[in-house]
């Protein structure tokens, strides 16, 4: 089984995380994703604190990751509450040992990368997720080699 390590960032404050970046991490080579608000915005919508990478989760998990989940605090109350909430989230996940799924990656717009978000969408049961890079200091054509890099079979 292949590990990758995903470091969710966020802020804690009344009881309430809100993410907003995630960075995938594999063989000492990283990715920062930022979140867009509307992302972001999910957690509020399904109550649900992850809800904004459950599609990038799951992909992972049916390619056959097992993910090291850590949960960073940016900003927070040091709440009782924040303390279990990182020991109850800070955890490894183990990914689907049956029919294992290539990951698909592709750009919003192929005709110009450099202009486009990428999107990832798992063969299996078609999970996706759009890493919108515009917040990013990389380009996205870089960004997708190096996504390629941290997911490879090796």
Do not use: H
């Amino acid at each position: 089984m292949r590990t990758i390590n995903v470091n969710v960032e966020g802020d804690y404050e009344s009881g309430c995380f809100t993410m907003f970046s995630v960075r995938l991490e594999s063989n000492g080579i990283s990715l920062p994703i930022f979140l867009t608000a509307k992302q972001t915005n999910l957690a509020i919508y399904f109550d649900d604190a992850f809800e904004p990478i459950l599609g990038l989760r799951n992909i992972l998990l049916e390619s056959g990751f097992n993910i090291n989940q850590t949960i960073e605090i940016i900003n927070g109350d040091d709440s009782e509450d924040q303390m279990q909430f990182v020991k109850d989230f800070n955890r490894t996940s183990i990914g689907w040992s049956e029919e294992i799924q290539p990951i698909k990656m592709t750009f919003s717009d192929n005709k110009n990368p450099d202009n486009s978000n990428i999107i990832m969408e798992s063969c299996g049961d078609g999970y996706t997720f759009t890493i919108f890079t515009e917040t990013n200091d990389q380009t996205p054509i870089k960004m997708m080699n190096t996504l390629k890099l941290i997911l490879s079979q090796d």
